[in-house]
């Protein structure tokens, strides 16, 4: 079975571009350029240069004792929430704007949740001197000031998203606009492995350093390059496909995908995509996503803005389907008490995205000699007013 | 013979109207689509809402949004345009996204198409490429034809795959936007018309996206077969209601 994209951009049933002949240049070009590009000694050594010296890379594969001794297993996390900007999101927002200079882009846009794609767009933009503009749902600019705030410094513009139920796949539709409206200059930075192809690829190809990184530092540690289980949380799927990438053809290493399920499966309040969606079609690529029966796109709902999206990247969709990956769905109480325990066991404060992943270890049982690592997606920073809010602190 | 060959025989421009089926209320659908036709339009695009509308501009996203809070489906819908054919006898084209579609099933769509008298349809995120792999035997199984668009950037290597796979007419996209922008159109626009003319393709091409008056209309069938208005009618049923769709309609073509 390849779990990997064909050449027409499918993951088995699942990906392919279905967009408006108003993007199809663009999008062509991108489809014809973005492996050439990559595999050019010149663009890897940049990128290479970037993650290291301005991102922090390589970030730790750390083996949690006291977290390790708690659930009976040999739990390693990798730290994501070390990189600049606080999250994985920056590898593939480095990659992507070095993909824009070489496509001849001078303006650049992106979607944002949380905030966290948007500041890691705003901060390579500043880098490259490239003009900025981030769209945000208008509820969500109300609920993240903070990071509405860092973007601002980094000098982007943060342009609300009025449409729609004004969250996170509303500001994708004026991304998604905005560059029919500007087909020449512009490049769309996607911030997951969502959106049609080649996206889903290129982001999960400049994520895949996660899983790149963790082969030889576990050969370091444990003397093998494969774990037993890799484990991330799934928003649109972009540090999950990271951490993924390199163990999906390794038949020995267990795949676990952390779901949000808000406040329960059959809450009506939930992101859970695998449970709850069907295949249909989503920012132009078909997936799972949360929709009713007449095809209308639903909300999602996830105490943690970067889970809170109604599809799933294509990628994780086959990974779903085929039954290569396990998908576990983990509500928002879960979350938060893991995020807690991170806290107290290992003096961490993990972003509540990343909380869910963790969240996973209380109900799904490891041998003691199990390798599992899980993938810190992010530091809480962003969060402390949903910890604080939550924990009454 | 199909009613948009038909129509695209006559030897006059032809004046095409898009409005959001379920807005401004459920049941206005009939009413819109007779005095249309009565007023002298001569082909009507009914657009099937949704959601998330990627290649539409603030209005009619915001009159796809009031449709669906008025229970708009499309079960529904068709069963609004289930005698429409004993009343109206120009084209009549659905425009939609394709997951509503996808969901209805595609073979169950087209046949229900068929049935009620629909004509065509125009489905932006559904590509050339797909159409031709998947859903091209289904379509003209139920006697439809597919519209593909084409905007200033296609490249003419593209324009010729489109213009040979198209059978009706081809959708020119009048600028690069989503609907509802109403610059009104310049020399870049004139330069595209123009050039797209020259290329002399089998297929006519009609003009949308930023066609909203009497004005714009002109220029754009200056150039070509014929020219459809979306947001600027909604915009006059908006304000003004569904009494006064006439007076819209002779506006235009004065
Ligand atoms: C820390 C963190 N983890 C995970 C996610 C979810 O995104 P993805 O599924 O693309 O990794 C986000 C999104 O904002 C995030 O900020």
């Known amino acids: 079975m390849n779990y990997n994209v064909d050449e027409k951009g499918y993951y088995g049933e699942f990906g392919g571009a279905f967009i408006p002949e108003m993007l199809y240049p663009n999008v062509e070009n991108l489809r014809q350029q973005y492996l050439k590009v990559m595999e050019e000694p010149s663009f890897k050594a940049e990128f290479d240069q ?204 267990g795949i676990i995908a952390v779901e949000a399920a808000g406040k329960g499966v059959d809450s009506g309040e939930s992101a859970a995509t695998s449970v709850l969606g069907k295949e249909g079609i989503i920012h132009g690529c078909k997936t799972l996503l949360m929709q009713t029966p007449d095809g209308q796109i639903t909300e999602p709902y996830s105490i943690s803005a970067g889970l809170d999206y109604p599809g799933v990247g294509p990628m994780h969709a086959h990974l779903y389907k085929t039954g290569r990956a396990e998908f576990i769905p983990i509500t928002d109480d879960a979350a938060m008490e893991a995020g807690m325990e991170l806290c107290k066991l290992e003096g961490i404060i993990p972003a509540i995205e990343s909380s869910h992943a963790f969240a996973i270890l209380k109900t799904r049982a490891f041998k003691p000699d199990d390798v599992v690592v899980i993938n810190l997606s992010g530091r809480g920073d962003k969060d402390l007013s949903t910890y604080i809010k939550y924990f009454e602190l | 013979m199909n009613r948009i060959h038909q129509k695209l025989q006559s030897d006059k421009k032809l004046f095409s109207i898009y409005f959001t089926a379920g807005y401004p209320n459920l049941n206005d659908t009939v009413k819109i689509i007779q005095d249309l036709e009565s007023n002298g339009v001569d082909m009507i695009e009914i657009g099937l809402p949704f959601s998330d509308p990627l290649a539409d501009g603030p209005t009619i996203q915001a009159s796809s949004t009031q449709a669906l809070k008025n229970g708009m489906t499309t079960a529904i819908l068709f069963d609004q345009l289930k005698d429409i054919r004993s009343s109206v006898n120009i084209p009549l084209v659905i ?104 290329m002399e393709l089998n297929t006519p091409q009609i003009i949308g996206f930023g066609i909203s008056n009497s004005e714009t209309f002109q220029q754009a069938t200056k150039w070509a077969k014929g020219a459809i208005i979306g947001s600027a009618f909604i915009k006059h049923i908006t304000k003004n209601g569904t009494d006064s769709i006439g007076d819209f309609v002779k506006q235009i073509i004065k």
């Not at chain 2, 950037?153 to 922008?181: H, K, P």
């Open chain 2, 95 to 198: 425009m939609g996204y394709f997951n509503p579609i996808l969901q209805y099933g595609v073979e169950a769509f087209c046949k229900k198409c068929q049935e009620v008298g629909i004509d065509g349809l125009i489905l932006p995120d559904l590509p050339l490429d797909v159409y031709q792999e998947q859903y091209e035997a289904i379509f003209k199984k139920y006697g439809l034809i597919n519209i593909f668009l084409i905007t200033p950037q296609t490249s003419d290597a593209r324009i010729a795959q489109i213009d040979a796979a198209s059978e009706g007419f081809i959708y020119m996209v009048s600028s690069a936007s989503v609907t509802g922008s109403s610059d009104g159109f310049g020399n870049v626009q004139e330069s595209y018309f123009k050039r797209i003319a020259k």
């Open chain 1, 50 to 253: 970037l993650l290291k010296s301005y991102v922090g890379r390589p970030s730790p594969l750390f083996f949690a004792k006291r977290l390790s001794e708690k659930y009976n297993t040999k739990i390693y996390l990798k730290r994501e929430d070390l990189n600049h900007t606080g999250a994985h999101k920056v590898n593939n927002t480095i990659g992507q704007i070095l993909m824009a200079k070489r496509l001849g882009k001078t303006r650049i846009i992106a979607e944002t949740g949380a905030g966290q794609h948007g500041v890691a767009t705003a901060t390579v933009c500043a880098l490259m001197g490239m003009e900025c503009i981030v769209y945000m749902g208008e509820i969500d600019i109300a609920r993240q000031a903070p990071n509405v705030a860092r973007m601002k410094m980094l000098g982007a513009e943060v342009r609300p998203a009025l449409s729609g139920s004004r969250t996170l796949k509303d500001a994708t539709n004026e991304a998604i606009r905005d560059w029919i409206n500007n087909p020449v200059d512009t490049h769309y930075i996607i911030g997951s492995a969502i959106g049609p192809h080649p996206y889903p690829d290129m982001v999960t190809r400049f994520q895949s350093i996660i899983s790149e990184e963790i082969k030889w530092q576990l050969k370091e540690l444990e003397g093998k390059e494969n774990p037993d289980y890799v484990v991330a949380c799934v928003g649109g799927g972009s540090n999950a496909a990271g951490t993924f990438y390199h163990f999906l053809h390794e038949e020995e290493v």
